[in-house]
């Protein structure tokens, strides 16, 4: 019944959330796209510096779609009082905001679709799909991130990007190549490390992203769960 509930309410979640940021998302995407288009209509640079440049603009325009997105996705609700009326009825909301992060990844590869559409329309036809990949892999990881500290704190994506650079200064002070506290401390820390604008994982990195997206995740739901929304 809970799980009935909550999935009543997946189309004004679309429309009250999801869908009016991968609006706004899409909106930038394009400005920069047309900018591009501006700068190159009277010579454009070879084909292999438009597909890196196409894919750190979409790096970047995917940071702040993940943003958008995912920000404030329980805090917010916390914060404001929303919860009073979305549990008015029972739902259980481990399935109210599990739906909701899983609206929120359907909308940043929604936000990669029409980046790559507006690229190829506006810069060059390379149509890089597989770009959509990175999209994933980096929702995976600070996406779910974001989803865990929000269940905490209504600074999420603050916490996030502290995540991500304590672990790089970690993997930095202690690299993996240089004895087994490094490579034990590779192993427990996240793969954020993956997180190239042009680098596309193998099969066994996508075990470890994927691992580490079900794991954050499956947290932010235990949060729930357990600790009360109001």
């Known amino acids: 019944m809970m799980r009935g509930h909550a999935v009543r309410y997946a189309f ?3 429309w009250d959330r999801t869908g009016p940021r991968v609006l706004a998302s899409w909106f930038i995407a394009l400005a920069l796209t047309s900018l591009i288009h501006a700068a190159i209509k009277h010579g454009a640079p070879p084909e ?7 894919a750190q603009m979409h790096q970047q325009i995917l940071w702040i779609a993940i943003i958008l997105l995912v920000h404030g996705i329980v805090a917010a609700d916390r914060t404001l009082g929303f919860f009073r009326f979305y549990f008015a009825k029972p739902v259980s909301p481990v399935w109210f905001y599990g739906q909701s992060v899983v609206l929120a990844l ?3 590869i929604a936000v990669s679709a029409g980046y790559v559409i507006f690229a190829s329309w506006l810069i060059k036809p390379l149509w890089p799909w597989l770009l959509l990949l990175n999209a994933i892999s980096l929702f ?3 996406g779910m991130s974001m989803f865990v500290c929000s269940t905490l704190s ?3 994506w603050l916490f996030a990007i502290l995540l991500m650079v304590a672990a790089a200064v970690l993997r930095a ?3 993996a190549d240089k004895g ?3 490579r034990a ?3 427990a820390l996240p793969p954020y490390h993956l997180l190239g604008a042009e680098q596309h994982l193998a099969g066994p990195q996508w075990l470890w992203v994927g691992g580490w997206a079900v794991g954050l995740f499956l947290a932010g739901l235990a949060v729930l769960r357990w600790r009360p929304i109001g």
């Open 180 to 182: 087994a506290w490094g």
């Open 106 to 108: 359907l909308g940043v």
């Open 48 to 54: 292999d510096s438009l597909r890196t440049m196409m």
């Open 140 to 142: 995976c990881l600070f």
């Open 154 to 156: 209504k600074h999420d």
């Open 173 to 175: 002070r202690w690299p």
């Open 185 to 187: 401390l590779n192993a």
């Open 12 to 14: 004004w979640q679309v």
